[in-house]
Each structure stands twice: as C-alpha cells, then as structure tokens.
C-alpha cells in the first residue's frame, strides 16, 4: 500500500506561481510511475504530468507544457508540480497518483491518489 499526501495548493492571481507536493510513504517509492491530475467542477478528470521512476521520462498534457514542470526527489518520497503563469482555467482540484511501470494518462490505471488540494486562480 502507497499513500499519498499533496500540499502547496492555494489561492493565486493569473499569472502566479505555486508549488505542489507530494509526499509519499508505505510501500517502497522505487518503481511508481508518478502522475499529476486535475478535476474542475463538473468536469472529468484530466491528465496534467506524469514522471517515470527514473526521472527520465516526462509527460505533459498539451495545455500546461511550457508552464507546468513535474519532477521527483526519491530520497524523500516526494513529487513536485511547478506551476508557473497560472490561468483561471487551470483551477482545480489536483491530485497525485502512483501506478507500477510506466507513467500513463488515463486516470483508472493509477492504482493509488491522494485526496487532493486545492488550486485557484483568479482573473
């Protein structure tokens, strides 16, 4: 068993920054694919970045690349997701998930998620 446990999210004006985290513990951290999602009211949830467990392999949904960077310190169990040049529409409620093998985008194959935090951005 993972658990999973995100922090950072907040309240922001367009064109803000913030910081989410992740922090993971139970089970090993080695081998977990790692990914950030997001739900918005009334909408489904959305893929936002994944990593792989070496570091090597980032994943970008188109409309965070260039503002959003994922990354993972291993040592410390921990995911983090810069988010820079926030929009309004990047409000949501976002969420870490761990799957083993590679990162994918398609929320039902994460076996473990966080419960979430919070994010909004005003115009």
């Known amino acids: 068993q993972v658990q999973l446990v995100e922090s950072g999210g907040g309240l922001v004006q367009a064109g803000g920054s913030l910081r989410l985290s992740c922090a993971a513990s139970g089970r090993t951290f080695s081998n977990y694919a790692m990914g950030w999602f997001r739900q918005a009211p009334g909408k489904e949830r959305e893929f936002v970045a994944g990593?792989?467990?070496?570091?090597?392999?980032?994943f970008y949904a188109e409309s965070v690349k260039g503002r959003f960077t994922i990354s993972r310190d291993n040592a410390k169990n921990t995911v983090y997701l810069q988010m820079n040049s926030l929009k309004p529409e990047d409000t949501a409620v976002y969420s870490c998930a761990a799957r083993r093998g590679v990162v994918a985008t398609t929320p039902g194959l994460y076996d473990y998620w966080g419960q979430g935090t919070q994010v909004t951005v005003s115009s």
């Open positions: 990593i792989s467990w070496t570091r090597d392999s980032t």
